[in-house]
């Protein structure tokens, strides 16, 4: 099992910039793949980003793609979202998930992570 506390989150005004961090525990972090998903109030939860173990390739929705970058740090157990150009629309409780080896195709997929952390708020106003 994997720990995953993230940490980063808070009320940015819209056009502004935000960074959360996720720090893993409990198994060998490079093996891996991480990925951030958000639920905004009244909304099921969608994937945001995605990182594979040694980082060798990404993935992102559409609606960040441009916007964000995750990356990650395998020195501290730490994934990475920068988030750039925030809108309103970014507003939700935004959490890593862990998953053993996924391939590129499944790293969208919320049923494949394992383990998740609780959650970090991101409110954008307008």
């Known amino acids: 099992q994997v720990q995953l506390v993230e940490s980063g989150g808070g009320l940015v005004q819209a056009g502004g910039s935000l960074r959360l961090a996720c720090a893993a525990s409990?198994?060998?972090?490079?093996?891996?793949?991480l990925g951030w998903f958000r639920q905004a109030p009244g909304k099921e939860r969608e994937f945001a980003a995605a990182i594979s173990g040694r980082g060798g390739y990404t993935r992102y929705a559409d609606s960040v793609k441009g916007r964000f970058a995750i990356s990650r740090d395998n020195a501290k157990n730490t994934v990475y979202l920068q988030m750039n150009s925030l809108k309103p629309e970014d507003t939700a409780v935004y959490s890593c998930?862990?998953?053993?080896?996924?391939?590129?195709?499944?790293?969208?997929?919320?049923?494949?992570?394992?383990?998740w952390g609780q959650g970090t708020q991101v409110t954008v106003s307008s």
């Open positions: 409990g198994r060998t972090f490079t093996l891996l793949t």
């Open positions: 998930a862990a998953a053993s080896f996924l391939g590129e195709g499944d790293m969208h997929n919320s049923v494949r992570y394992r383990d």
